[in-house]
Nanobody, 126 residues
Framework: QVQLVESGGDSLQAGGSLRLSCEAS????????MAWFRQAPGKEPEGVAV????????IYADFVKGRFRISQDNAKNMLFPELKELNPEDTAMYYC???????????????????WGQGTHVTVSS
């Protein structure tokens, strides 16, 4: 059973930066893609970014372009999304997800991903 474990969530002031992490129980190179989603209080989940671990290609949602960057360490089976210039609208639970096949509904569609972590919470205050 594949497990994904997120960490690094914190409470911080607007304008700050944060580095999250996602550790997989299996080789990240075995996944077609891995993604980050977030869900703010009272809102629907939204896709934030996608990476193809085997080649390093990334896609970022428009609302985080220029502020969000994913790095990876395939030897440790980990992803490290870095968020900068945080604002209160970035307050959310952030989830790591992965897919290794199956139906594909788009790189930032929740239904495309089979494996999910429990999430790590980020709170940004003004």
């Amino acid at each position: 059973q594949v497990q994904l474990v997120e960490s690094g969530g914190d409470s911080l002031q607007a304008g700050g930066s944060l580095r999250l992490s996602c550790e997989a129980s299996t080789s990240t190179s075995s996944f077609y893609s891995m993604a980050w989603f977030r869900q703010a209080p009272g809102k629907e989940p939204e896709g934030v970014a996608v990476v193809k671990p085997s080649v390093g290609g990334t896609i970022y949602a428009d609302f985080v372009k220029g502020r969000f960057r994913i790095s990876q360490d395939n030897a440790k089976n980990m992803l490290f999304p870095e968020l900068k210039e945080l604002n209160p609208e970035d307050t959310a639970m952030y989830y790591c997800a992965a897919r290794d096949g199956g139906a594909f509904y788009g790189p930032l569609a929740r239904a495309s991903y089979k494996y999910w972590g429990q999430g790590t919470h980020v709170t940004v205050s003004s």
